[in-house]
């Protein structure tokens, strides 16, 4: 049998993998979104000074001028006003205050600066102004409502639920209204009249209500007699008042004042006696 020769093996020879070059950086996308972000500050600084020199503002304006122009064209105009609630404010006044013609294109109307021109005026509580396509304006107001004559320094002036005195009001026009005196007197009138109210009979009869340091009240009724409110609870005085009154006609006789700040009890002076008051 023939021997057979292998093959000797081969020499494992290794071969060194090629030294890989470090990859070149690609600067494009750096240039191009650096070059963009620079654009970009350069354009807005442009802007910002071309806004700042009124240019394009004045460009703004034409543009608007021009498009408010083109909707009057379209039939956009003023051709109807609108007022509910409106008891005492003057139509002059309102009409002033809306400072708008017939005719004149809706779109340059301002509702929000109208608004507040209304407001300015004394009888004016609150005002809602409204533009209604194509042609109406509506106005929906709130007037003050006058409660009571408020006397200071020598001076009577009219003031609302609120307090607030009613600009450019006479009180010479409304001499039926309860006279209140007193530096926080109209702040706290409208809580007044709110008890005396519980009995309008007798509530009819107060001509005047003084304010006591800030604390109570005094009220004169139309005979001239005193009464003399507690600081608190002057529903209840003012119910047993009412029941005095009718019960025994109190209030008809020859008395000055009733005195009500205890709660217990009812103090009435005679007139002419000697009246301490407090």
């Not at 292998?6 to 996308?29: E, F, G, L, Q």
């Not at 002033?96 to 017939?102: S, V």
């Not at 109190?250 to 009890?265: E, F, K, Q, T, Y």
Request: glycine content about 8%; proline content about 6%; charged content about 30%.
């Amino acid at each position: 049998m023939r021997r057979l020769k292998s093959t000797p093996p081969a020499k494992d020879r290794r071969k060194t993998p090629p030294r890989r070059r470090p990859p070149r950086r690609d600067w494009r996308p750096i240039l191009i979104y650096g070059g963009a972000a620079l654009a970009l500050a350069l354009v807005a600084g442009w802007g910002t000074w071309y806004w700042r020199s009124g240019r394009a503002l004045a460009a703004y304006e034409r543009g608007v001028a021009t498009l408010i122009e083109a909707t009057a064209s379209a039939g956009l105009v003023l051709r109807e006003v609108y007022v509910t609630g409106r008891e005492r404010t003057p139509r002059a006044a309102i009409l002033a205050a809306l400072d708008a013609t017939e005719g004149s294109p809706l779109l340059r109307f301002d509702p929000a600066a109208a608004g507040r021109r209304l407001e300015a005026i004394g009888w004016v509580r609150s005002a809602v102004v409204e533009r209604r396509f194509p042609g109406t304006v509506l106005v929906r107001l709130d007037e003050r409502r006058p409660i009571a004559r408020w006397q200071s320094g020598g001076v009577s002036r009219v003031i609302d639920h609120d307090g607030v005195v009613i600009k450019g009001v006479a009180a010479a026009d409304f001499p039926t209204l309860p006279v209140v005196v007193g530096k926080d007197a109209p702040a706290n009138t409208a809580g007044l009249l709110a008890v005396l109210a519980t009995d309008p009979a007798l509530g009819a009869r107060v001509k005047a209500a003084i304010r006591v340091g800030g604390r109570r009240w005094n009220l004169r009724l139309d005979n001239g007699i005193e009464v003399r409110l507690p600081e608190s609870d002057i529903a209840d005085a003012w119910r047993r008042l009412g029941a005095y009154a009718r019960g025994n006609r109190m209030l008809a006789r020859a008395i000055s004042s009733v005195d009500l700040r205890l709660p217990d009890r009812l103090v009435v002076r005679r007139a002419g006696d000697d009246d301490k008051r407090t």
